[in-house]
């Protein structure tokens, strides 16, 4: 975690009871222990896809938006290095489950992932830089942290799990996680408390929506009709 008196430090307060959901998740208990379902992390995996494509369209929206060339350059870059890297990576997933590359985007997202999706884009098209920070940061932050969490614990017996666990638990994926705690901190230094409050209210949000996104590949949701 970070220093106390960061504002940062605040925010992952505020999802304390959220994130303590997620760590006992029985998803994420799953890929610990090696027991999930394999059909459920194919479901993971290709919402995954669809997901991170909405993720790297919003951040590099946000890119556009941002105040500095310095973070214009860093997130339109971490856009880029989440289509190339993440597609890769799910893709060898989805062939080690039986599938191909191809099926990554030819299904519709479930209803979970569409309103995840649909709720931060809109907070990066609409509101200020700020806020369309705070409403995308979980994404970042909340899975370098499942990742260290379930590294800190024995290592999972099946190897596809533990290679998902360790990409996110990795030193590489931290130091781009700190990047992005870091220039929240930078950015709210200025901010009065009506965007701190709001800054809160989508990094709660998110956070929630993280929740579901693993509920969601654990039911393997469906639309209703």
């Not at 919003?58 to 339109?76: N, Q, R, W, Y």
Request: include cysteine; proline fraction near 6%.
């Amino acid at each position: 975690m970070i220093e106390s008196d960061r504002f940062t430090s605040r925010l992952w307060a505020g999802i304390e009871p959220t994130w303590k959901e997620i760590l006992r998740h029985p998803f994420l208990l799953g890929l610990r222990d090696g027991s999930l379902d394999r059909q459920a992390f194919r479901f993971y995996v290709i919402e995954d896809a669809l997901y991170l494509h909405e993720f790297a369209r919003a951040v590099a929206l946000l890119g556009a938006k941002a105040p500095h060339p310095d973070i214009t350059e860093a997130l339109c870059g971490d856009a880029v290095e989440t289509i190339r890297a993440e597609r890769e990576q799910l893709g060898q997933f989805l062939e080690e489950l039986g599938g191909s590359r191809d099926e990554l985007f030819q299904r519709r997202p479930a209803p979970t992932n569409q309103a995840y999706t649909s709720y931060f884009l809109a907070q990066v098209w609409s509101r200020p830089f700020h806020e369309g920070l705070a409403a995308v940061l979980p994404c970042y932050w909340i899975y370098a942290e499942v990742g260290k969490e379930l590294l800190a614990r024995s290592p999972s017996p099946d190897p596809l799990y533990r290679r998902w666990i360790e990409s996110y638990g990795s030193e590489e994926y931290d130091a781009v996680v700190r990047r992005v705690v870091d220039l929240t901190d930078e950015i709210v230094a200025p901010l009065g408390d009506e965007a701190r409050r709001a800054m809160a209210r989508h990094f709660a949000m998110s956070s929630r929506y993280e929740w579901m996104f693993w509920d969601m590949a654990w039911r393997q949701e469906a639309w209703p009709l």
